[in-house]
């Protein structure tokens, strides 16, 4: 099987099931700034009864259009890693890797190893679709996936001045309550989104739960439960 050159593992963030996110903007100095940091991940059926899966992963936070929306690093291989039998290691996983204005995704498929380090499977195409930038480009596969990757706006409201007051020991109240978004009064009692304006570089995967196999868990809705997570990669 060909494999691409080797890439090691960045950065990880993870949660098991549907309708579940996690987040953690912000991190650590050797991925920050760059498409190796990762923002959120979520995992979710589409609607009720849906047959399909959709990955989310939100890259680079805090990117302003005034940067071109910023850019995903080609050196960098995106993993979402898929456990189906509830042992907490990879069954499946699923890549992504930028190219010349494109990103190509590869699987679902059992990886050449487990854990951070990984190859490129490039004998198992998904599919492709260029990067957008003002207008969201979707590409939708003839069995069924459908793929985006490109700027979005940030959906993680959080006050950073006020948290940074908070763990200071300035601020003994607390947080502050979120205030009307549609309001331009300068109320300093209601939370300010510091991530107001700024986007993330994102790449969302909708798939057939056909392509992911069987799993070993269902929730209440009896819907599958996949336990999934997201690592960043970089070629060495």
């Known amino acids: 099987m060909k494999k691409a050159k080797l890439f090691m593992g960045l950065g990880a963030l993870a949660l098991a099931g549907v309708l579940l996110v996690a987040a953690d903007h912000i991190d650590a100095p050797g991925s920050m700034g ?5 923002a959120d991940f979520y995992a979710f059926e589409p609607s009720l009864g849906s047959d399909n ?6 890259l680079q936070s805090n990117v302003l259009p005034d940067l071109a929306y910023g850019t995903f690093d080609e050196i960098v291989l995106l993993e979402i890693n898929i456990d189906k039998d509830g042992d907490l ?31 490129v499977m490039v ?30 706006q940030d959906a993680f409201f959080f006050d950073f001045f006020q948290f940074n007051a908070v763990i200071g020991g300035e601020a003994p109240l607390g947080f502050k309550p979120a205030g009307d978004p549609s309001s331009t009064d300068d109320d300093d009692t209601t939370a300010v989104d510091t991530f107001d304006g700024a986007n993330t570089m994102s790449i969302v995967i909708e798939i057939p739960n056909s392509l992911l196999g069987e799993t070993t868990a269902v929730n209440v809705l009896q819907l599958p439960v996949y336990k999934t997570w997201v690592t960043t990669n970089v070629k060495q």
């Open 53 to 58: 899966t959709v990955f989310a992963v939100d």
């Open 34 to 38: 760059t498409s190796a940091d990762i």
């Open 89 to 119: 290691v990879e069954d499946l996983v699923i890549q992504a890797i930028p190219r010349d204005g494109k990103m190509y995704f590869f699987g679902p498929i059992a990886p050449s190893e487990t854990g951070l380090n990984g190859t």
């Open 123 to 152: 004998d198992s195409p998904l599919g492709s679709v260029a990067i957008s930038a003002e207008t969201a480009i979707v590409e939708t596969t003839s069995n069924g996936v459908s793929l985006f990757a490109g700027p979005r």
